[in-house]
């Protein structure tokens, strides 16, 4: 494995190919991670890479990245950077095609050793629906216990550049897109989360089923369960701004709520919104929360008290106007 020393420059390097758009991302002086630039399909972070199928490294507005076509492209690293690491953070860039006719599941992001007879694995897939928009799919199957966060209301577009991430640590499993948190359940292990040795395979599940159309960028993974400000895409840089949801108004989630009701608003200039709470009878739960905001920012509204039903939220500012409906549920 690299050294911390040799992670932090490789991470230099990153940043230093990304000068038009730069990132803002931090690596504790204990965390050791790699970054894999997918840009060739000779090697990629050191490792030694076998090709399947037909991808191809094409010049995209991130620079060069690499294609899978959705039905037969992937690349197996000979790696598992995971290791034997307790906790851990697996980020992606990547962006998904309007495959929705061709390849609407891939698992396009598999960590395992293929010849453990459990298959014990860490995965990222997606799942694509009839309006070609995808939603995240984060699994993990343990020594003695599996997990996927799935949920089919949480969409976003596809042919724009994404971040997905997810974390583990004291048996908590999250996802997270373009640095909002979406689900998070937990998952135990007895021995082992996965085998030490492994590979990894990019664009399809490793036994070379469940194929992704698009295009890939960048793999990360910490022995560290990051946080969203310390992920290589982060809610204040400018290249999240490339990556954030590029549809209408802020997005309200989840759905049902339970202890918290999250906003996700944006904009490239500084803002002020106010935000206000009703019950079904008009009642005010929450008045008048006022936030300033540049980029992408998320408000987090405790719910934990509320009675179970509907509520309304509403958001105004120079940029949105936006009434929403919102279930809580204990």
């Known amino acids: 494995m690299k050294t911390l020393l040799q992670c932090k420059f490789l991470l230099s390097l990153f940043l ?65 950077p995971v290791g034997d690491a307790k906790e851990f953070t697996v980020e992606v860039i990547f962006k998904p095609d309007a495959a929705y006719s061709i390849s609407n599941d891939p698992r396009f992001i598999h960590i395992q050793d293929p010849d453990d007879p459990i298959e014990k694995r860490i995965m990222i897939e997606l799942r694509i629906n009839a309006q070609n928009k995808w939603y995240l799919d984060g699994f993990m199957k343990t020594d003695i216990g599996q997990l996927a966060l799935i949920n089919d209301t949480l969409t976003h577009p596809t042919e724009e550049w994404m971040h997905a991430a997810i974390t583990f640590k ?25 085998n030490i040795t492994g590979k990894t395979s990019i664009g399809a599940r490793m036994n070379e089923i469940k194929w992704y159309s698009g295009l890939v960028k960048t793999l990360k993974i910490s022995h560290k369960a990051l946080e969203p400000g310390e992920f290589i895409v982060n809610q204040s840089s400018q290249i999240f701004d490339h990556f954030t949801l590029r549809e209408a ?20 200039e500084k803002a002020e919104a106010q935000i206000n709470m009703y019950n079904i009878t008009g009642e005010t739960v929450k008045a008048d929360e006022s936030i300033l905001y540049e980029g992408i920012n998320l408000l987090r509204m405790n719910t934990g008290h509320l009675s179970e039903g509907v509520y309304y939220i509403s958001l105004s500012s120079d940029n949105y106007s936006l009434v929403e409906s919102i279930i809580i549920k204990h």
Request: proline share 5%; glycine share 8%; hydrophobic share 40%.
């Open 170 to 194: 004291d048996n908590v499993f999250k996802t997270y897109v373009n640095g909002i948190e979406e689900l998070s359940n937990t998952v135990e292990y007895n021995e082992d989360i996965i």
């Open 16 to 80: 230093l190919s990304f000068i038009i758009f730069p990132i803002s991302a931090t690596v504790s002086d204990t965390t050791y991670c790699e970054i894999w630039d997918i840009n060739s399909l000779d090697s990629t972070g050191g490792h030694s890479i076998t090709v399947i199928g037909n991808p191809q490294v094409v010049d995209s507005d991130l620079g060069n990245a690499v294609k899978f076509d959705g039905d037969g492209d992937m690349l197996l690293v000979d790696a598992n």
């Open 249 to 268: 108004g802020p997005k309200v989630f989840p759905y049902p709520a339970d202890q918290f009701v999250n906003i996700a608003i944006g904009s490239t």
